[in-house]
């Protein structure tokens, strides 16, 4: 007994590998005749494997995954707990055969069904543990962990439901497991993760979110979603005051949005307006505005789209988000791309040109002419060019002419036809202002114009002297 306590104590103390010649008695401490000897020996382990002071290679090499197995038989919980995870860490070393490994899971499975909750909980993060690269993993899915996994989603326990929907997030990344998560009968597991996301344990809702979104990227499982009642417990995630909480929420809405089939659901059932008071509160939340942008350009296309942003404040969330200052490029590019959209619908359009201040003017015209970042300098530009010119777009638009001539100028140069059309689309529009003609007059845009024009004319001369190809020559080619 003073050898195995003599190595808890130097686990818990060593801060350095162990010395392989300190290996050699471990192995006759875990054979011991005394149980309070072996799991004193076991702890010792359990520690040094924890701080990677033992060598997971060498400790099988040892041949002590034979007592650490046979302890998993004991009885006893605390030495069921440390022998679990033990075998866990040794069984994520990649060097280890499929045979030995599975031998370490077969056992572990049986714990996770364990009465014992202390058990069942350390059974649970030892089966997480080994979800986190993707040999064990494989082998986890072949020796059927996921039925047990997908059983303890209903656990009592908020840690083991924990660690089992985790564990089922990690195996979700993976489309290869997929059909064995889906074979389970009725929709089992997808009805499990809906249960646990109206648990009032905000970690594991937001875990059963995002496994939930892992595998709504596959088209099979969003249809069986479809068939169950998962925008209830979904809205009740997005009113949640933090944004850790909601943000695995809006961002499996913002993937379940892009699936043609959710649409016309999502917005009978008030998702839009849902949406809007959330820009309203949680403007700081880059991933909240981000996908917010999204939801909103996915379910604004269609009449009844539309009068649900029309009613709501989808589009007030936005505008105000467009003009915070702590928004990076990326997040920006999800609001202007919003807002562009919202600009090719008439109804829309009428709105959001007469909501706009001279904040959101001035704001569209600098970052139209920046040059970090081409598809925001783009998506500023398209807004402006859709503008409809009343009396007081062209009062908010005559200070900055100048900033858009010669952004205009910097597009016109541009080798992206793109660029170049826009260009013409925006002094078409601009144009209706006699303020923004006089300043374009005699303008180098002006010249440069009338130049693309020449080119253009003389290219289409040139092309009507080719023989035009037969439809068929076109069609080979």
């Known amino acids: 007994m003073t050898a195995a306590v003599y190595y808890l104590r130097l686990s818990h103390q060593l801060n350095s590998p162990l010395p392989d010649d300190f290996m050699e008695p471990i192995m006759p401490l875990l054979l011991s005749i005394h149980f309070d000897v072996q799991k004193s ?22 041949g002590m995954l034979v007592p650490l197995l046979e302890l998993f038989q004991s009885g006893d919980a605390t030495a069921q707990c440390h022998s679990c995870a033990c075998i866990a860490m040794l069984a994520s070393a990649e060097s280890n055969t499929d045979a030995l490994l599975v031998d370490g899971i077969i056992p572990l499975l049986a714990l996770a069904k364990s009465y014992d909750p202390k058990v069942q909980q350390d059974a649970a993060w030892a089966l997480l543990y080994l979800t986190q690269s993707d040999w064990p993993t494989r082998i986890l899915c072949q020796a059927g962990a996921i039925p047990v996994l997908v059983l ?10 924990f660690y089992s929907c985790t564990a089922l997030c ?11 998560m889906l074979s389970i009968g009725s929709h089992y597991l997808l009805k499990s993760l809906l249960t646990l996301m109206s648990s009032s344990v905000q970690k594991n809702s937001a875990q059963a979110c995002r496994c939930l979104q892992t595998l709504s990227m596959n088209v099979l499982i969003q249809e069986q979603l479809m068939e169950l009642e998962w925008v209830l417990p979904l809205k009740g995630l997005l009113k949640d005051s933090a944004p850790v909480w909601t943000e695995p929420a809006i961002t499996l809405l913002s ?35 981000a996908h917010s942008c999204k939801i909103i350009t996915n379910l604004c296309s269609s009449c009844t789209g539309q009068q649900a942003v029309l ?53 569209l015209v600098k970052l139209s002419g920046q040059s970090g970042n081409s598809q925001l300098s783009y998506n500023c530009a398209a807004i402006i060019s859709k503008l409809d010119m009343s009396a007081e777009m062209r009062h908010l638009l005559r200070p900055h002419y100048l900033n858009v001539i010669e952004y205009l100028l910097a597009f016109l140069q541009r080798r992206d036809v793109q660029f170049q059309q826009l260009v013409i689309i925006t002094v078409f529009n601009l144009q209706k202002d006699e303020g923004f003609v006089s300043q374009l007059a005699d303008s180098e845009l002006e010249v ?30």
């Open 255 to 289: 993937d379940l949005s892009a699936h043609p089939p959710n649409k016309d659901i999502l917005i009978s059932e008030g998702v839009l307006d849902g949406i809007g008071q959330l820009l309203r509160h949680h403007r700081s939340s880059c991933v909240i505005v």
């Open 448 to 477: 440069q114009l009338w130049k693309v024009q020449a080119q253009t004319e003389e290219t289409r001369r040139l092309l009507q002297r080719i023989q035009p190809l037969s439809p068929s020559c076109v069609l080979n080619h």
């Open 311 to 363: 009613e709501g404040l989808c589009l007030s969330g936005p505008l105000r988000a467009f003009l915070l200052p702590t928004l990076g490029d990326e997040t920006l590019l999800h609001v202007t791309s919003c807002l562009q959209h919202m600009m090719t619908l008439d109804p829309l359009k009428c709105k959001l040109s007469a909501t706009l201040t001279s904040e959101h003017v001035s704001r």
């Open 170 to 180: 990690n195996i979700a990344a993976k489309q290869e497991h997929h059909p064995k």
């Open 41 to 62: 020996i076991l702890l010792a382990v359990v520690n040094l494997l924890i701080k990677n002071n033992v060598c997971k290679e060498l400790v099988i090499e040892m």
């Open 152 to 161: 303890l989603l209903q656990s009592s326990d908020p840690e083991v439901q």
